[in-house]
């Protein structure tokens, strides 16, 4: 049986995945960028949980990362802020990832432009997805 944890990025990739762009998870970036751009979902890390006793809970703050990647030649700049926020309307659709999270949090992404040599530039960012949960089992 998948942990929490699990349930939940797997719930994330999948309320990606009908965006326009690529959605991966945990691949390595691909030596070519698809047209309409690329997502690729970090498992992040949960970090140190907040502990309940009675009953014992652990209270995640798990920071997850979306890669996100754009290399069309005209229009680079518009088509990379459409991505982002088409992703920012489809978690904001869900923000509990249908109740297998409190909450879905995302952060500004701090974009940058990475040059290619002989081909267009990629513009990307990471953007910090905070998922905010609570198991029974730090394990779990």
Sequence with gaps: MPTTRELILTALHARLSPLAALTLRDEVLPERIPAAG???LRDGTPGEPEVTLSPLRFHYQHRAELEVVVQASPGRA???DDLIA???TTLAADRTLG???DWVEPEAPSPVD???EGAASLKAAV???VLHYTT???LG
Excluded: K, N, R
């Design 38 to 40: 690329l997502v690729i």
């Design 78 to 80: 518009s088509a990379f």
């Design 86 to 88: 088409a992703i920012g």
């Design 99 to 101: 109740g297998l999270c």
């Design 114 to 116: 990475l040059p290619v």
């Design 127 to 129: 953007i910090p997805v």
């Design 136 to 138: 029974a089992d730090p």
